[in-house]
């Protein structure tokens, strides 16, 4: 499965989502999350986040384990988003931003 990692957490540009030819991206509040269940490798989306927030499983950053995890858990309860939308007004200040899980939003 690919993941969504931590730097997506308030960027949330969601260009990710138009390439899903599954349609596995999950949208919360400030963070979106692929259901496990549902990728099939396709590679699309990694390359168009903007945040570079998409990752392989087998690539994911030891720092970034958690995040598997996560993703299965949201991609449960949020609903499915198939269309990009306007980030963030501020997505650009976050870009990068280190310790952003704190922020994160169910
Ligand atoms: Fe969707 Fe393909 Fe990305 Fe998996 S790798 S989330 S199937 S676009
Ligand atoms: Fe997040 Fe990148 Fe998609 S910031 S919403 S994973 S395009």
New binding site residues.
């Given amino acids: 499965?690919?993941v969504v990692t931590e730097n997506c957490i308030k960027c949330k540009y969601t260009d990710?989502v138009e390439?899903?030819?599954?349609d596995?991206?999950h949208e919360g509040p400030n963070f979106l999350a692929?259901d496990p269940e549902?990728?099939?490798?396709?590679?699309?989306?990694?390359p168009e986040c903007p945040a570079e927030a998409?990752f392989s499983e087998d690539d994911l950053p030891e720092e970034q384990h958690h995040f598997l995890e996560l993703n299965a858990e949201l991609a449960q309860k949020w609903p499915v988003i198939t269309e990009m939308k306007d980030a963030p007004k501020d997505a650009e200040e976050w870009d990068g931003k280190p310790g952003k899980l704190q922020y994160l939003e169910r």
């Fill in positions: 499965t690919y990710c390439v899903c030819p599954v596995c991206f692929i549902e990728c099939i490798d396709c590679t699309l989306c990694e998409i």
